[in-house]
């Protein structure tokens, strides 16, 4: 009875084994989402520092992370600096979002969140706003994009 159940176990093995199929390509292993959060967390801690640092200091660090796709709209933010506070409880994905006039997604994992975005000028705050902004993982890295102040 033992050699049955051998038996029938191993023809069960090839009859699955013959039901796969091979793909082309090289395996690629994404990050989870607790490893994005992280990388969103940091990105926004480190557009803060360098906010202190800042205007020419924040400036840098938005070019240098600004998603490649749309290395080419950057806007310029002049004298001013962002505080920018993420609500990672609102932290979720955002497959359909494209940058405007983009007609298309970006490259890599969107999320969105909701943010406390303070605007400063010489330290001080000039204005207060509350909204949505879209941070990409792209290849292991959070990209965004530079906000534009509204005149």
Request: hydrophobic fraction near 40%; proline fraction near 6%.
């Amino acid at each position: 009875m033992a050699r049955v159940r051998h038996v029938a176990v191993a023809v069960a093995a090839l009859a699955v084994a013959g039901c796969t199929t091979a793909v082309a390509g090289s395996p690629v292993a994404i990050g989870s989402a607790a490893e994005d959060r992280k990388l969103v967390t940091d990105y926004f801690a480190e557009l803060n520092d360098a906010g202190k640092e800042g205007p020419t200091t924040q400036r840098d660090f938005l070019r240098r992370t600004q998603h490649p796709d749309f290395s080419d709209r950057l806007c310029d933010l002049g004298e001013l600096t962002l505080r920018i506070e993420p609500a990672m409880s609102t932290f979720r994905t955002d497959f359909n979002w494209a940058p405007e006039n983009a007609g298309k997604p970006p490259r890599g994992l969107v999320y969105v969140l909701g943010v406390s975005v303070s605007i400063r000028r010489d330290g001080a705050s000039i204005a207060e706003q509350i909204g949505s902004q879209r941070v990409v993982v792209l290849d292991g890295k959070a990209y965004g994009f530079t906000p534009c102040p509204t005149r």
